[in-house]
């Protein structure tokens, strides 16, 4: 008895490589279905490999031009996989992703971060950190300063009744501002004035560790009335700007002749 034939070898079948790489219509047809229209899909980028396991198989991304209006330089990503031993071809995610000359907006900025001087108007609230380091502690209590009722008993008492009061830093980045703008020694109408407004009677002075240093224009006619001015600011309206009158007694007086009876000459 003879022994049986060996069987046949069946062929082999396309390495997960080659079936994800020819998987471009499926591709295409998984970015279309995201984008809701065939035109916003151009035209066949490439494909790239992505990492593989002996768990996951292979994966694989496909790339697409983005047609959508305001995308240039964007492109569609569909990436897809096949798991060891299935013949099915799986879409892992679709993602519209900007290349390298692709319009950008600019990184989100918090709205407390974008506010400038004078940005504020009517029923706009700016809420204050918990750790902007221009205020500290009025003072200090074993729990929470505004829900201790001791506490606030004794801020009453000693005259602090704020929760929380300007820092060290906080009065010098002020004084730092104002010394720089127009109510500091470097303004033009200071660099002209008769005198500065520390020795100025119309100054009224800030009292605490800055009272030597700023105070408030109280002459209605100075330009910074009403206004907080550094003690070597000035202006023109100063206190002791007093008006000199002229010496008349050396005036030599010309005489006058009246020419309508004769003639001088």
Do not use: K
Not at 2 to 25: F, H, I, R, W, Y
Not at 69 to 92: F, I, K, L, Q
Not at 229 to 249: I, K, P, Q, R
């Amino acid at each position: 008895m003879s022994a049986p034939e060996p069987a046949a070898p069946e062929p082999a079948g396309p390495a997960d490589g080659d079936v994800l790489t020819a998987a471009v219509d499926l591709a295409r047809a998984a970015a279309v279905e995201v984008a809701g229209a065939p035109d916003e899909v151009g035209e066949h980028l490439g494909a790239s490999r992505e990492a593989a396991s002996a768990e996951l198989g292979e994966v694989l991304t496909h790339t697409f031009a983005a047609a959508l209006p305001g995308y240039t330089g964007w492109h569609w990503a569909v990436t897809v996989a096949r798991v060891p031993g299935d013949e099915h071809v799986t879409v892992d995610e679709v993602v519209l992703l900007p290349g390298d000359s692709a319009l950008l907006a600019p990184a989100w900025v918090p709205w407390h971060e974008r506010i400038r001087p004078g940005d504020l108007s009517v029923g706009d609230v700016l809420p204050v950190t918990e750790d902007d380091p221009r205020l500290v502690p009025a003072y200090l209590a074993d729990d929470d300063a505004a829900a201790d009722p001791a506490g606030m008993v004794v801020a009453q008492e000693v005259g602090i009744g704020r929760e929380r009061v300007l820092s060290a830093e906080g009065r010098r980045e002020a004084l730092a501002r104002w010394r720089s703008g127009d109510r500091g020694p470097t303004a033009a109408i200071a660099r002209h004035a008769p005198g500065s407004c520390g020795d100025c009677a119309f100054l009224m002075p800030l009292a605490g560790s800055v009272r030597l240093e700023l105070g408030v224009c109280a002459n209605e006619f100075a330009p910074a009335d009403g206004h907080v001015v550094t003690t070597d600011h000035g202006c023109g309206a100063h206190s002791e700007a007093n008006l000199v009158t002229a010496d008349t007694t050396e005036i030599q007086l010309t005489p006058l002749y009246n020419t309508d009876t004769y003639d001088s000459i």
